[in-house]
Nanobody, 124 residues
Framework: QVRLVESGGGLMQPGGSLRLSCVASGGGSLNYYPIGWFRQAPGKEREGVSCSSDGVTYYTDSVKGRFTISRDNGKNTVYLQMNDLKPEDTAVYYC??????????????????WGQGTQVTVSS
């Protein structure tokens, strides 16, 4: 079974950039699965941020034009490039894989395996 590991989080000032990585471990491959990025801020529900499947990408409105999802199949990695970060982007970010279907709808109940999360804090 695919196991996912996120990295790349940290503390960044508003307007800065971070790139999150999601790597498959344990012999699994991300190349064939829809992959989603989610985030959960303190006291809030987990929300879908972006996803990718079959060459199609999706972004929630609050990150359009600032975040970019991409894949490197050779490295078995999915990235989330986050630019122009805002304090409201502060959250734990998770990547998740879905075994059937496409990446949308980007709802957590449709995703089958999750990483442990990486903290992103945007603050001056």
């Amino acid at each position: 079974q695919v196991r996912l590991v996120e990295s790349g989080g940290g503390l960044m000032q508003p307007g800065g950039s971070l790139r999150l990585s999601c790597v498959a471990s344990g012999g699994g491959s991300l190349n064939y699965y829809p992959i989603g990025w989610f985030r959960q801020a303190p006291g809030k529900e987990r929300e879908g941020v972006s996803c990718s499947s079959d060459g199609v990408t999706y972004y929630t409105d609050s990150v359009k034009g600032r975040f970019t999802i991409s894949r490197d199949n050779g490295k078995n990695t999915v990235y989330l490039q986050m630019n122009d970060l805002k304090p409201e982007d502060t959250a734990v970010y998770y990547c998740a894989a879905r075994f059937l279907g496409r990446c949308q709808p980007l709802l957590q109940q449709h995703y089958d395996t999750w990483g442990q999360g990486t903290q992103v804090t945007v603050s001056s």
